[in-house]
């Protein structure tokens, strides 16, 4: 059922706080902040984006830091500061003539529970909330920040067949 849903994915929706870092807001005294991300995490989704899937951002908080991390991996859409996650894949899905059963979305907390209505494939993080957990189609082993990201990357591209190309791809085999 999973391996299914997975199969059919050319999407991958994305939140930030707590999925692809573990939540925590650092804030220097200078009133800077920084952010801690997973390079296992980061390397996941430069694979899936070589493999011709798309990634996108959406987050409820506005981040320097993370601009500089999407260029990095690649992520050329990214969209923070969103109150409504809804309205956004559902723009997104439209924009890229997209049906609900090809997206799916990664998130920890209550504000993206409006991603997991849009998408076919709701991957909840393993240390999101209760009700994320509930609302998933599937929990991660890693919490957020600490591959999270990477372990539904894989489920994707080993869905989709196309794993062992990513791992030639990015192994130098």
Known sequence: ??????????????????????GRITINDRGEETKAFSVKDGLGL????SSGLEVVIVTGRRSQVLAHRSRELGI?????GVKNKNSV??????????????????GDDIPDLAMFT????????ADAVKEVREAAD??????????????????????????RDALAAFSGE
């Open 1 to 22: 059922m999973i391996n299914e849903k997975a199969s059919r994915v050319k999407l991958l929706l994305l939140d930030v706080d707590g999925v692809m870092t573990d």
């Open 46 to 49: 430069k694979m899936l984006i």
């Open 76 to 80: 050329e859409e990214v969209y923070q």
């Open 89 to 106: 894949c559902q723009q997104l899905k439209k924009a890229k003539d997209l049906k609900k059963e090809q997206v799916c979305s990664l």
């Open 118 to 125: 849009e998408s076919g494939l709701s991957i909840a993080v």
């Open 138 to 163: 599937f929990i991660t082993k890693s919490n957020g920040g600490f591959g999270a990201v990477r372990e539904a990357c894989e489920l994707i591209l080993k869905s989709q067949g196309k794993w």
